[in-house]
């Protein structure tokens, strides 16, 4: 609806995986990691790092980018 108002006016958004934070238990940690595609830990700098891919982007709108290692295609 906004875009329809404002041709430059963008919207995006992070859909974040489990990020790996230093106090999680072992584990809880080994079990997010074994849900993921890459079957490795994400971090708040992952997260970021698509936040600020997104916003440098100006050609990208209307995106719901997943950042979950490959959570959300990978079979549970």
Same mark, same amino acid.
């Given at each position: 609806?906004? #875009?329809?108002?404002?041709?430059?006016?963008?919207?995006?958004?992070?859909?974040?995986?489990?990020?790996?934070?230093?106090?999680?238990?072992?584990?809880?940690?080994?079990?997010?990691? #074994?849900? *993921?595609?890459?079957?490795?830990?994400?971090?708040?700098?992952?997260?970021?790092?698509?936040?600020?891919?997104?916003?440098?982007?100006?050609?990208? *709108?209307?995106?719901?980018?997943?950042?979950?290692?490959?959570?959300?295609?990978?079979?549970?």
């Amino acid at each position: 609806e906004l #875009a329809s108002r404002n041709p430059r006016v963008r919207v995006n958004c992070i859909l974040p995986g489990p990020v790996m934070l230093p106090d999680l238990p072992a584990a809880e940690r080994q079990q997010a990691i #074994a849900g *993921t595609l890459v079957q490795r830990e994400g971090s708040p700098d992952h997260v970021a790092q698509a936040v600020v891919h997104l916003v440098e982007n100006d050609f990208i *709108t209307g995106v719901c980018l997943p950042v979950d290692g490959g959570r959300s295609i990978f079979p549970s």
